[in-house]
């Protein structure tokens, strides 16, 4: 008999390499955001995220926590799909040399393709460190091939395809925020997870968002010699939040002018020409077209993603299935214990889909939307406050009373939040204003999108008092997103 073999020291393994890999990226991001936010201050603007954040910056713990959204998902796909490739090769191929050459030139193929559009070495990282780790661990725990083994393995498969068939069957636009609802704001723990997120997701975020997807870009304008030309370039710039930078540090888009032609470059690099009027009649759409020239991330983007709606959950039920066996196998022989973890995984989660199922949207009709907010089930609650924001109902036709404010379930007041941008009344604002205050900070960002889709300025200082004293970069941004839905716009450059 062979002592029982533990996969999840290979998942552990990788998603170790991938922790280190994470931190080092996103940290080199930090550093430079913190640059970056001192050149905006030093030139007149109001930076976002503020001083607060900036301070902070340079510190271990945004950069590791925000590296836990790399890790568990380019870390966790790369992780798996080079432990089943491992598994493939021992068990079902037995080793076979053909296969294993396929396999590297698709990890060759994944690295080329990670660098298609320009070298990046700590991406590069990802793929050059995380197989290799998972492979080797992962050797150390497969035991020989045979037909038994083979069948019990594909036992524990089957439950997890149909897992993923069954949950695959909810997939909608919607279904994450469903996810967070439902099943983590539902308990501690999950809030505890959701909080966490909300407060660090913006750090690894900034790592592959696109130019135009920062809130604040940095300009450089060059060889102009037309000085009402050159404030006609500026003033469009400004009021998409392309900041005209002096110093000689590194920029987002350089525009240099010769005569009536404009040049756009990323670095060094020329990517987009045109003349100054085609410019001034359609400047979102080439903003848009050098931004997405000018997007080195696209591949890294995708496969963090793919990362993270498979890679993530196959690593987890691994995780958790192993936890479960070792347990069990205190008190019953190994291949009993085995199954019957696979059994309590397959459970837990069709018991989950059931409770993301229960708590999904519900079709609400106008006339239902009154009893619904009056309903004890906080869920026809949400589902008629989401009614109302989507098909922007008249709120103020309804008594949107304190009790849904201080409603002790976060998705209510969220999505109530949510609603009442859609009010006009005095009373609403009043509920806005608390909203504000809110321990969430998830609904203190909807509260100010809501704050600024009202249209009045009188609340322009307050929102830039947020964002100025607040430590928190998400509630930030939105206090930022609504001053300029007020039309506030940054001071122009002295």
């Not at 109302?388 to 109530?416: C, G, K, N, Q």
């Amino acid at each position: 008999m062979h002592p029982p073999r533990y996969p999840v020291k290979a998942i552990l393994a990788g998603l170790l390499a991938a922790q280190i890999i994470a931190i080092l990226q996103v940290y080199l991001s930090n550093v430079d955001l913190s640059e970056t936010i001192l050149r905006l201050e030093a030139h007149g603007y109001l930076p976002v995220p503020g001083n607060l954040i900036a301070v902070q910056l340079s510190e271990l713990q945004p950069a590791f926590i925000g590296g836990l959204f790399f890790t568990f998902s380019i870390g966790a796909g790369l992780t798996m799909v080079t432990l089943g490739a491992t598994w493939c090769w021992h068990q079902v191929f037995n080793r076979k040399r053909a296969f294993g050459v396929l396999a590297i030139g698709f990890w060759l193929m994944l690295l080329i393709a990670a660098n298609g559009q320009g070298f990046s070495p700590v991406t590069s990282l990802y793929f050059l460190v995380v197989p290799p780790i998972t492979f080797g661990v992962a050797m150390r725990w497969l035991s020989p091939a045979n037909e038994r083994t083979s069948m019990t393995l594909r036992i524990h498969i089957l439950p997890i395809c149909i897992l993923a068939l069954l949950w695959g069957t909810q997939w909608r636009s919607s279904m994450f925020l469903d996810i967070r609802d439902n099943l983590l704001l539902s308990n501690p723990v999950g809030t505890a997870i959701h909080d966490i997120y909300y407060e660090y997701t913006l750090y690894p975020a900034r790592v592959f968002k696109t130019i135009d997807q920062r809130l604040l870009k940095t300009v450089r304008l060059e060889g102009f010699r037309n000085p009402a030309m050159q404030r006609s370039v500026e003033r469009v710039l400004r009021h998409y939040d392309y900041l005209r930078i002096t110093d000689t540090g590194p920029v987002d888009v350089t525009i240099t002018a010769e005569d009536n032609l404009l040049a756009f470059y990323s670095r060094q690099t020329a990517l987009l020409a045109m003349t100054h009027e085609q410019f001034l009649a359609s400047p979102r759409k080439a903003l848009q077209t050098f931004s997405a020239k000018a997007d080195g991330n696209v591949f890294f983007r995708n496969i963090t993603i793919y990362g993270l709606v498979i890679g993530l959950p196959l690593a987890l039920y691994m995780i958790c299935h192993s936890a479960a066996r070792f347990a069990l196998a205190r008190f019953l022989p190994d291949q009993k214990a085995s199954k019957l973890a696979t059994g309590l995984g397959f459970c837990i989660g069709l018991i989950l889909l059931m409770i993301l199922y229960a708590g999904g949207n519900r079709t609400i009709s106008k006339e239902d939307i009154a009893a619904s907010l009056d309903s004890t089930r906080w869920q026809d609650q949400v589902s008629a406050l989401k009614a109302m924001a989507a098909s922007e109902v008249d709120i103020d036709r309804f008594d949107i009373d304190t009790r849904l404010s201080t409603s002790t379930h976060v998705p209510v007041r969220y999505w109530l939040a949510v609603a009442l941008a859609n009010s006009r009344r005095a009373e609403s604002l009043d509920v806005i204003t608390k909203l504000l205050d809110d321990p969430s900070a998830n609904v203190v960002s909807k509260a100010f999108s809501a704050l600024g889709q009202r249209g009045n300025r009188t609340h322009t200082n307050s929102i830039i008092s947020t964002i100025e004293n607040s430590d928190h970069w998400y509630i930030q941004q939105h206090a930022y997103q609504a001053l300029r839905t007020l039309g506030w716009q940054q001071q122009k450059l002295d």
